[in-house]
């Protein structure tokens, strides 16, 4: 874990509640692995206290890239920092997805909602780098919820698109459309982050298929990066439920290890 107390934000750029920055962090960006993620000191007074967490979206030699929506005062704060800010940050921390040569050649699916979406860009990218062949799922609320369309686009990956209300693409839930879309091929994989809803329900049907999934879980985090127990769920290992600290252990876990009555409402 690297401390850098001087990342600075050298891009920015917004939609409506989203946000997307390029941070100064030439340690952090060489160690950084998809999936992984960063915590965040919001502000110098001591309110709010606690860093927050953020997935790294992407990286280059020099500098990671954070997406994140607005849901709370501390992403408030962050969302009116200006270019050339710096920030406190710490990362590159936990255990990311595990992508390897084994899915060379392969169908491999990425689906995220919401800001869920913020890992997968550089898991999709990391993915195609080992020859696997993605199919990326991404859904929001509204097309105004979906503003990373054109980036993933761009970057020529096969891109189905859902909102709850139609404005566009599939009309429902990101989940419902994947469903939909593996009665006409079955990839090697599955990865996913987004709302608890949308994974519980993948989970269930990649589960019925036999599809590995493998899911990148939230929980509040106190410090990220192992020491004060606040993020810790029930976790299936070697067949035994154990307590286990997302920060550190996750935030990416297998659909076999996690026990999804833990995120029953
Ligand atoms: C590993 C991980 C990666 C994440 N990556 C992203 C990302 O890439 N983009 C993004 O938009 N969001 C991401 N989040 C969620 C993001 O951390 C929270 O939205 C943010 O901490 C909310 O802070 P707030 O002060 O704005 O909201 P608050 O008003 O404090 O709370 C709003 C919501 O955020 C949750 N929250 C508050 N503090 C924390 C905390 N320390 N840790 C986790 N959740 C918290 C609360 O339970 C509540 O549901 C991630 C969370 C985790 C655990
Ligand atoms: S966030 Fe502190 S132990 Fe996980």
């Known amino acids: ?50 860093r927050r967490p953020f997935s790294i979206h992407s990286k280059d030699e020099k500098s990671i890239d954070i997406f994140f ?5 501390g992403t408030d704060i962050l969302s009116q920092k200006i270019v050339h800010d710096t ?15 084994n899915l060379k050649g392969k169908e491999v699916v990425a ?50 698109c859902s909102t709850d209300d139609g404005s566009f693409g599939f009309k429902g839930f990101i989940s419902d459309y994947l469903k939909a879309e593996l009665e006409k091929f079955t990839p090697s994989r599955i990865f996913s982050c987004g709302p608890e809803e949308m994974m519980k329900k993948i989970a269930k ?24 127990w606040g993020c810790v769920k029930r976790i299936r290992k070697n067949g035994e439920e154990e307590w286990v600290k997302i920060c550190e252990e996750g935030p990416v876990f297998s659909s076999e290890e996690i026990i999804w009555a833990e995120y029953e409402k």
């Open 87 to 101: 920030l406190d940050i710490l990362g590159p921390l936990g255990k990311g997805f595990q992508v390897g040569a």
């Open 111 to 160: 689906a995220g909602g919401g800001r869920g979406i913020a890992p997968l860009y550089f898991l999709a990218q990391e993915l195609s780098s080992h020859g696997a062949s993605v199919k990326v799922f991404y859904g929001g609320k509204s097309l105004k919820d979906i503003p990373l369309k054109e980036k993933f686009e761009s970057e020529g990956f096969d891109l189905y």
């Open 205 to 228: 049907f990649a589960t019925e298929k036999d599809i590995p999934a493998d899911f990148s879980l939230e929980s509040i985090m106190g410090c990220g990066f192992g020491v004060c």
């Open 1 to 50: 874990m690297i401390k850098d107390s001087q990342a600075q934000i050298i891009d920015k750029k917004s939609w409506n509640n989203y946000y997307l920055f390029k941070l100064e962090s030439p340690r952090i960006a060489t160690q950084a692995h998809p999936g992984q993620f960063i915590m965040i000191r919001i502000s110098d007074h001591p309110y709010p206290l606690l």
């Open 69 to 73: 929506q607005v849901s709370g005062l």
